[in-house]
């Protein structure tokens, strides 16, 4: 018995970045742009005397849930459905904190603005260096440029209607290169510095950062070629070991390396999908 809520969540790809070290949680992050897509995290929790927490399909840990529940002193039972594979630059942790964080505060009425829901999903990404730009990018759809750290950094919102497509290889520990004062050199040195204005202008920044800053894994090389060679435009999913391209013909390049999976730009940032009291 007692209240219960399903949200959801868009994912988000990011194209390009630049870590911004900040006096807090909050003013760190990155500016960059990149793609919130319409494949993300469902939450459905409902009040509990203790947390239990069940993941579809096992490939987030417990631990992001517990964080939230944690956070918020509220026991709940949790069921987790997770779109795409985490740690492989589809901003799924980002997508299952807003998630969590919008169903608790459903089921428990908290009263947290969505403001109040981003900057909570914020602080437990860049504290546990899981992501720097996702959880202010997936607050609302559309492709994204933020040139500013935290949740407030997002300068524009647009929306193309042509499809992606996408390819992974696996993960990459977000972690690892975020934490890494060498590998963030680099990424700065890449960081392209036009803003873009149009759909084509995002790939051309991304793929250029893609090629500049020491992050391409070798696995990719031919998947960006063939793309390429097609007139396809395509970059690094950042960040993880795969790859996404626009357009219809983009399906046709990379089933040749695998299987390739369909995605559009999110209207919108987490929602409501149903709300209950039994």
């Not at 559309?142 to 996408?166: A, K, M, Q």
């Not at 963030?184 to 250029?208: D, G, I, K, W």
């Not at 046709?252 to 299987?259: A, D, H, I, S, Y």
Request: charged content about 15%; aromatic content about 6%.
């Amino acid at each position: 018995m007692g209240r219960s809520c399903i949200t959801f969540a868009p994912g988000h790809i990011s194209g390009y970045f630049k870590r911004i070290d900040g006096i807090s949680a909050q003013t760190t992050g990155s500016l960059g742009a990149g793609i919130v897509i319409d494949k993300g995290v469902t939450v459905e929790m409902r009040e509990a005397s203790e947390i239990r927490i069940e993941i579809s399909d096992g490939s987030m840990d417990d631990w992001l849930i517990r964080e939230v529940l944690s956070s918020l002193d509220v026991t709940a039972e949790v069921r987790v459905m997770v779109d795409l594979p985490i740690g492989a630059g589809f901003g799924m942790s980002a997508a299952g904190l807003l998630a969590a964080y919008s169903a608790a505060n459903c089921v428990f009425q908290l009263g947290m603005t969505p403001a109040d829901i981003a900057a909570a999903a914020h602080e437990v990404e860049v504290s546990h260096g899981t992501g720097l730009g996702d959880v202010a990018a997936a607050t609302g759809g559309g492709l994204v440029v933020r040139t500013h750290p935290g949740i407030s950094g997002v300068t524009s919102r647009f929306y193309p209607d042509e499809v992606f497509w996408t390819i992974s290889f696996g993960g990459i520990s977000t972690h690892d290169v975020i934490t890494s004062h060498e590998k963030m050199q680099q990424v700065t040195a890449a960081f392209p510095e036009r803003e873009p204005a149009s759909l084509a202008e995002f790939m051309e920044n991304s793929l250029s950062f893609t090629e500049k800053s020491g992050l391409l894994p070798p696995d990719l090389l031919p998947v960006l070629a063939a793309c390429k060679a097609a007139g396809v435009p395509a970059s690094m999913t950042m960040l993880g070991n795969g790859v996404f391209a626009v357009g219809p013909a983009a399906e046709n390049v990379l089933k040749q390396f695998g299987e390739p999976i369909l995605l559009h730009v999110s209207r919108s940032g987490p929602v409501i999908l149903e709300e209950n009291y039994v």
